[in-house]
């Protein structure tokens, strides 16, 4: 394990600790500023400071509800990468809603005199929670900084590219080390140019071995500074260790930089981040919250349209009523989808088939539930078990899926979210009978990938809900 992995498990460790004692004695503040002047204020008399049974669980709670919510926001993630002014938002926003949640569930019900007691009480924990957490984050995060300040922190890094662009951004880099990039090597392509800069650090090999060293060595972070044009080479190289845990980073072009997609940092080259989580933490809360009220709100409506399906399943045909069929999860991890049983049995005992428009394999119920999509909501348990979302990319069989990578690597990238029942895909393009047309539905629901809100899940939610009822599935 690198240093840098080692002391980001430190941090971690250190940050809880530290937000533990900052909720805690926010919480003792608190109980001082009711005890000591809002209570005996509203009653006219001492009241005793106790730090009771009572104490010791609101300490723990209010703790636990700030640890929560920093964790919802992503502050317990990059520790060795986080600034300090993001940092600063970040722990003002968790203590705000901290506060306010705390204001509504508690010191709402308080005994008071007048309502700017409550400002009183607010403002205390507030500022207390705020001054604790800040100090102690900011201590922590500034012992990183000087450690990559010294030298002592640094994350290995790959350089790929010999050009002009790469040696440029290898000088920028090596004069201004706030990056803490120490860099290994460089890659080239087998047709490039070598830049004389680029002889400062060592030559590795070709980028098709890129793969390759990143498995053989310790590496953190990979820069890729081709010049415009090999876009496609990029793409490929991306997909092919994006599984890896190494942060990517491209030079942006003119494009990049006109379209938005570059953010202005405060010292040295801006570069892209390919994002490696493309769902925030809260964000992931939310829609887990939304996939889990929605899954079991629609099975409880959809239940005598199963039940009815069911029914008719077994008069229809012989066999199982339900389907399961192995898929490929968020991260490729497999998982069993379930289905309500449309073909006939042994459907597939010549080998994997995609479904066509007159599927001979498919039973008169069948076309029916097809049509209006009943067979797909026993899907909604596998939402509830956590395999699937309500809205993502549509998840395939390790069979196919392996020759759309082979056709198109970037789609490798729908792996990173949790698959759904319907998706951007399937409202925009439909059902897909051949790979060529498989992958032109997850060029949709790669779109959708870097679109994830609540909101999008709602709207694709309506569109899927128009072709239901419409009947346009098949």
């Given at each position: 394990m690198s240093t840098s992995k080692q002391l980001e498990r430190k941090l971690l460790f250190r940050y809880l600790l530290l937000d533990i004692i900052?909720?805690?004695?926010?919480?003792?503040?608190?109980?001082?500023v009711r005890k000591l002047f809002v209570e005996p204020e509203r009653f006219g008399a001492a009241i005793p400071i106790k730090f009771d049974q009572t104490f010791v669980l609101a300490a723990t709670a209010t703790s636990a509800l700030f640890i929560g919510i920093s964790a919802l926001s992503g502050i317990y993630s990059?520790?060795?990468?986080?600034?300090?002014l993001a940092q600063a938002f970040n722990t003002f926003g968790g203590t705000l809603i901290t506060a306010v949640l705390l204001f509504f569930l508690v010191l709402l019900d308080d005994y008071i005199k007048e309502y700017s007691d409550y400002y009183l009480t607010l403002g205390v924990y507030?500022?207390?929670?705020l001054l604790l957490s800040g100090f102690f984050r900011f201590t922590q995060s500034t012992s990183v900084r000087h450690k990559i300040d010294k030298g002592t922190l640094n994350f290995p890094t790959i350089l790929i590219g010999s050009g002009k662009d790469a040696a440029e951004l290898l000088v920028a880099f090596q004069k201004d080390r706030s990056k803490g990039?120490?860099?290994?090597?460089?890659?080239s392509t087998t047709e490039a140019v070598v830049d004389e800069r680029m002889k400062a650090i060592p030559f590795l090999g070709h980028i098709d071995q890129l793969a390759d060293i990143i498995n053989d060595n310790t590496v953190e972070d990979v820069i890729i500074a081709l010049p415009s044009g090999n876009s496609d080479q990029i793409a490929a190289m991306v997909s092919s260790i994006e599984h890896n845990d190494v942060r990517i980073h491209v030079l942006p072009n003119l494009f990049s930089i006109l379209s938005g997609q570059v953010k202005m940092e405060s010292l040295g080259r801006s570069l892209i981040e390919v994002k490696r989580e493309l769902v925030k933490p809260h964000v992931a809360f939310i829609k887990r919250?939304?996939?889990?009220?929605?899954?079991?709100l629609l099975l409880l409506l959809a239940s005598p349209f199963i039940v009815f399906s069911i029914a008719m399943i077994a008069i229809g045909s012989p066999g199982p009523i339900f389907y399961t069929q192995e898929r490929l999860g968020k991260n490729g991890r497999a998982f069993k989808i379930i289905k309500l049983r449309s073909m006939y049995r042994d459907a597939e005992v010549q080998g994997p088939q995609l479904s066509s428009e007159e599927d001979?394999?498919?039973?008169?119920?069948?076309?029916?539930m097809r049509k209006f999509r009943l067979d797909e909501l026993p899907q909604f348990l596998n939402v509830l078990r956590g395999d699937m979302a309500i809205v993502g990319p549509r998840p395939e069989r390790r069979f196919f899926f392996d020759q759309i990578i082979a056709a198109a690597p970037q789609y490798r990238y729908l792996l990173k979210v949790k698959p759904g029942i319907t998706s951007w895909g399937m409202v925009k393009f439909g059902y897909a009978e051949n790979v060529e047309e498989?992958?032109?539905?997850?060029?949709?629901?790669l779109i959708y990938t870097e679109n994830i809100t609540l909101v999008n899940d709602i709207k694709i939610l309506f569109y899927t809900l128009v072709t239901v009822l419409q009947g346009r599935g098949k």
């Open positions: 900052a909720g805690t004695g926010a919480y003792t503040a608190l109980h001082l990059d520790l060795t990468r986080k600034s300090r507030s500022g207390s929670l990039y120490s860099f290994m090597g460089y890659l919250l939304f996939d889990i009220v929605v899954a079991s001979p394999r498919i039973t008169p119920w069948g076309r029916t498989m992958i032109e539905r997850a060029r949709f629901d």
